[in-house]
């Protein structure tokens, strides 16, 4: 029952995700992110920074484009794999050609005795059950020019709260609440692409439903977006320029059958233009510019908003860029938002919500490489109305969304890669910041001040290994406070901030035949409990888990 999130530079909820370019968010959650089979996965591209005006009300704080796999030749190729492991198992088969890909995938997750903190006094043990999964993905090449794809899943998603005991046992073994719920996503994307005549047509459709089995399960919705969006480009100036221009229709729709059945409705349209000028051999700029419009309904005015944006490069040398980015981002809140969950009547008791709007400021150079490179970036965010979570005033027990006054972030991101030897290569790099919100005249820190990974890999002609570290540091205050209640409940300040975060993974794969590869992998090596967020959910115990994969 819970949704994907993704936070880039301390901005939660404002990143658009694409499927092969087509756009994939559902309710401002990047829902479809868990939805398809790794196996199907080809590569994944990520561009931070503003990037509304070529993508979109979404692309608050970045981009995230998965690609996925297509098949090659005539003939018919596939593979059957397992994976068996501490805390879960799976099995997936694909089968495929040039035309025609399909991945059948199947998941199974084991019970996890404790998912988060236990505070003092107030909050239960909350324990993770038994779960199932199922995802089918399918590509189509329908014709040199249009491409489909389609992705299911079906979750089966439980958690366990357990009653703390106050006297002298303290004890949290006695059960208190069973939260159970069935999601299931279904998503359609479509695109039409001409590079002869430089012109693209893509849409989607998306679904989303969630069902409360027996227990305390809340959330019973059914969701549906659709998406349609055409473009073209010409190429000016004997090709030295390129001019870009599009339209773009949006609706989205939620509807809710929890007590009193509500639908909210959202419809909004947009038209972008793009201009690349080459000024030289060394120096070239970007202009763009969207007018966004969402049509006003019965619970929210009408949105008329001007986004434009800047970016230039600048080739210092062969091997070396220097670039600029400064852009307007918007984007609405969920449509859903508009639910108070303590009644569930439209218009009698609304949380009035404003649009999510800032600017992005962007510096960089990359220099390098594919044997040694370096990218550093600077960068300044400043937002109105970030959206945030709260407690319900009318009732505590209720989260709801609400506005803050404005979110900044000033910071910056450096990556070193080094090819060390033909069969050796590493990765180290870091991000430092100060993500801060505002609500009234005090200012606080919003999220982690600091990130730093180091990877090492492996390669030779049957044997890779890869070791991954991350640490997330200096961070935020704690949603809770160690009593289990909200600062506003308490009526009082943070007791404590929520704990770094330290994961290390290692994964090795072994190719035993040009046919079957066995692959192993340890995830949270150093077995700590690591919180991924404000809430102190933490990411699984150290766990284990052995794969083999048959391609025939």
Known sequence: GMFSRINIRGLDRGTLMLIDGVPANMLN???????????????????????????????????????????????????????????????????????????????????????????????????????????????????????????????????????????????????????????????????????????????????????????????????????????????????????VSGLEFHSENVEDHTKTEATMRRDSYAAFLSYTRQFNDYFSATFGMREHFVKANSYEQRQNVFLPQIQTLYKISPKAVWYVNIGKSFEMPAVNSWFPAATRKVLKRQHEMKPQVGWNYETGLKFGDQKESVKLAVFRMMVKNKFVWIKDPSDPTISIQANQDEFRNVGMELEYNKQINPHLSARIGGYYANPQARDGQKWKQADARQQYFLGLQYRNAKLRVNTDWYITAKRQDAYYLMTGKTQTQAKRGPDHRVPNRIEGNLTMSYEMTPDQTVSFGVYNILNRENPINEYEYWSLPRNYRLSYTYQF
């Open 29 to 243: 959650y990047n829902s479809f992110l868990n939805t398809i089979p790794v196996d199907s996965i080809e590569k994944i591209e990520i561009v931070k920074g503003a990037g509304s005006v070529l993508y979109g009300a979404d692309a608050f704080g970045g981009v995230i484009n998965i690609i996925t796999k297509k098949s090659e030749g005539k003939k018919v190729r596939g593979s059957v794999s397992g994976t068996i492991g501490s805390y879960e198992k799976n099995y997936a088969v694909t089968v495929g050609n040039e035309d025609v890909t399909l991945t059948y995938q199947r998941d199974y997750r084991k019970p996890v005795h404790q998912i988060g903190r236990i505070y003092t006094t107030g909050t239960s043990r909350k324990a993770r059950a038994n779960g199932t999964k199922d995802y089918v993905f399918l590509n189509l090449r329908l014709s040199d020019k249009l491409t489909a794809n389609y992705s299911y899943a079906d979750t089966n998603s439980e958690y366990d709260t357990f009653k703390y005991d106050g006297g002298g046992t303290k004890d949290w073994t006695k059960p208190e609440y069973r939260y159970h719920w069935d999601l299931k996503t279904q998503r359609v994307g479509l695109t039409y692409d001409d590079s002869d005549r430089q012109w693209r047509t893509k849409f989607a459709w998306a679904r989303q439903t969630i069902r409360p089995f027996a227990g305390n399960g809340t959330t019973n919705t059914d969701s549906n977006s659709y998406h349609f969006e055409t473009q073209k480009a010409w190429d000016l100036r004997g090709g030295k320029d390129n001019l």
